[in-house]
């Protein structure tokens, strides 16, 4: 089944905005747990892992589809071995464990 273009609107490239959202979230988080006990500080430093998982899974999405490691090494601003380096273990994902 396919669809019709005049019934899907395009989608604009909203990225740049949410990140922009969710980074001024994590920076009330922040000032939330500078009011708060030295416990939730942990709930803070969580929230790497998940940029982390995040970073992972976009990653994963442009190498399934067909996105080269240079264009990803010069989205992360470093060099296509960097980001083959760094991140190649996240294509390992998609074929279970070994």
Request: charged share 30%; glycine share 12%; net charge positive.
């Amino acid at each position: 089944m396919s669809v019709k273009p005049g019934l899907t609107p395009k989608r604009e490239r909203e990225i740049p905005e949410y990140a922009a959202m969710v980074r001024r979230v994590n920076m009330a988080l922040g000032r939330r747990v500078g009011d708060a006990d030295v416990e939730d500080l942990a709930e803070l430093l969580a929230m790497r892992g998940v940029v982390e998982q995040a970073t992972a899974t976009a990653i994963r999405g442009m190498r399934r589809r067909g996105v080269s490691w240079g264009d990803i090494g010069r989205g992360l601003g470093v060099t296509r071995q960097a980001a083959h380096a760094a991140w190649a273990w996240v294509e390992s994902l998609d074929h279970g464990p070994r």
